[in-house]
C-alpha cells in the first residue's frame, strides 16, 4: 500500500463518527487556541501509541487469540459509558461535567479505528515506518481539527457545554457503547 493510499484510507475511517470524534466535539467548550493543540496532541499521540503497538506487537496475539480483541472492545465499551455517564449527570456545583485531553487520549488509546489501523492497514512496521507514521500523524491532525471544528459550529463559543448537547453527546456515546458491547459478542 503506498502512502497516499494508506493517507486517504486513513482518513476515510478517521473522518467517520466513533468515541474519539464525539469527545472531540463535546470537548470544544472554552476552546482556545492552546486547548486545541492540547486535544489534537491527545489524539494524534494516542492513535500513534496504539498503532505502533497493534501493528508491531499485538497483531499475532490478537490473530491467534480472537477473545483478547473482544476483551479490548469490552474494555472500550466500558469507558465509552463510563463518558456517556460523566456527561448525562447533573452538574456538581453549579460545574458541569467536561471532557478534556486525558478522556480523550483514553477513549483513543481504546478506539477500535486504532486497531483497524494497526492489524489491516499497517500490517507491520518495517523500514517505511516513519513515513507511514508522519502520514498518520497528519491525517489524524487533520480529522480531529474537522471535528473540533464540527463541535465548535454546535456548541459555539460557550464557556460551559449546554445540558442539551451534554445530553445529546450522552446519548451518542451510549449508541457507541452498545455497538461495540455488540461487535465485542460476534
Known sequence: MDLLTFGLGVFGLLVLPGPTNA????????LTPGRCLTLVGAVVVAYQIMVLLVSGFASPIFHSHPEIAQAVKFLAATWVLALAL???APSQGGKAATVGPRE??????LNPKAIIIGLAMVPSVGADAVPTMLVLLATTAATSA???AFGRAI??????????????????????????TLSGLT
Open 146 to 148: 474537522l471535528w473540533l
Open 23 to 30: 469527545v472531540l466535539a463535546l470537548a470544544t467548550s472554552a
Open 104 to 109: 480523550l487520549f483514553v477513549t483513543t488509546l
Open 155 to 180: 456548541i459555539g463559543r460557550r464557556q460551559e457545554m449546554p445540558l442539551f448537547a451534554r445530553r445529546c453527546g450522552s446519548a451518542v456515546l451510549l449508541v457507541f457503547c452498545v455497538m461495540l
Open 86 to 88: 460523566k456527561l448525562w
